[in-house]
Nanobody, 125 residues
Framework: QVQLVESGGGLVQAGNSLRLSCAAS????????MGWFRQAPGKEREFVAAISRIGTTDYADSVKGRFTISRDNAKNTLYLQMNSLQPEDTAIYYCARASQPNWGASRRTNAYDYWGQGTQVTVSS
């Protein structure tokens, strides 16, 4: 059983930065693509960023140039550096692991089978 635990969320003012972390259990972290998704109140969960096992990345247009996804396979940890945060970035942020090893970075929620509990990010104007 894989467990994903997010941390690093909080309340910040617009223009500031946060770094989210996602600690994964198990020995196979390096074999799987990982993703970050977010869900704002009253909205569907949406793709934010993803990274393949070899480091290929993909970003939603809304965060491209502001957010950076990275991974440290030695620490079984996924990161999301968020800069220039805006009120519209307010959401619960979830990390997720791809369903199959060796898949590339995907934007589809159904490409991921393990999800963390989420961490709240609130950006005030």
């Amino acid at each position: 059983q894989v467990q994903l635990v997010e941390s690093g969320g909080g309340l910040v003012q617009a223009g500031n930065s946060l770094r989210l972390s996602c600690a994964a259990s198990g020995r196979t972290f390096s074999s799987y693509a990982m993703g970050w998704f977010r869900q704002a109140p009253g909205k569907e969960r949406e793709f934010v960023a993803a990274i393949s096992r070899i480091g290929t990345t993909d970003y939603a247009d809304s965060v491209k140039g502001r957010f950076t996804i990275s991974r440290d396979n030695a620490k079984n940890t996924l990161y999301l550096q968020m800069n220039s945060l805006q009120p519209e970035d307010t959401a619960i942020y979830y990390c997720a692991r791809a369903s199959q090893p060796n898949w590339g970075a995907s934007r589809r929620t159904n490409a991921y089978d393990y999800w963390g509990q989420g961490t709240q990010v609130t950006v005030s104007s």
